[in-house]
């Protein structure tokens, strides 16, 4: 093989690998949701909203119920820090434990997500997810709210 059809070859394997990767790093936001869905922990408010958009997720509320009457991101559930034990029966009710959970409280100062998290963990739960951006990154947004 000639130096200069190895060269286009290299070049094109290069070029089809930059734009396989340009492809991936554009995903839909549906197809980053997809993605955070096999990872666990932490979701930023991006994945959020995509979970939101397609409907895919369950948003339970970790703050007092007054505060999830006040305000809290539409269709979310209460299942407070502070009354979990008491709120939990009804939850499992609802929502069977292969459900995918997003778990949220005011912002990344609060530890109340996490809490129930774990919580629901400890219960069964295993696709729990906690948006640490919280009530707070969401209303910032702009994004549906109801209360």
Same mark, same amino acid.
């Given at each position: ?24 790093? +554009?995903?839909? %936001? ?26 895919? @997720?369950?948003?339970?509320? @970790? ?23 008491? +709120?939990? %029966? ?17 912002? %990344? ?23 640490? !951006? !919280? ?5 910032? @947004? !702009?994004? %549906?709210?109801?209360?």
């Amino acid at each position: 093989m000639s130096g200069k059809s190895l060269r286009r070859k290299l070049l094109a394997s290069f070029l089809l690998l930059s734009s396989v990767l340009l492809a991936v790093s +554009q995903l839909h %936001p549906a197809a980053s949701a997809a993605l955070a869905k096999e990872e666990s922990g932490d979701i930023n408010l991006s994945a959020a909203k995509a979970f939101f958009d397609t409907h895919s @997720a369950c948003f339970v509320d @970790a703050r007092s119920e007054y505060s999830y009457y006040k305000s809290h991101i539409k269709g979310a559930l209460s299942l407070s820090d502070s009354r979990f034990d008491e +709120q939990f %029966p009804d939850f499992r009710q609802k929502k069977t434990i292969e459900t995918l959970i997003v778990v949220y409280c005011i912002g %990344p100062s609060c530890d109340k997500a996490r809490n129930v998290a774990e919580k629901l963990k400890k219960n069964g739960y295993k696709n729990v997810r906690v948006f640490s !951006g !919280g009530l707070v990154e969401w209303s910032h @947004a !702009g994004f %549906p709210m109801e209360g």
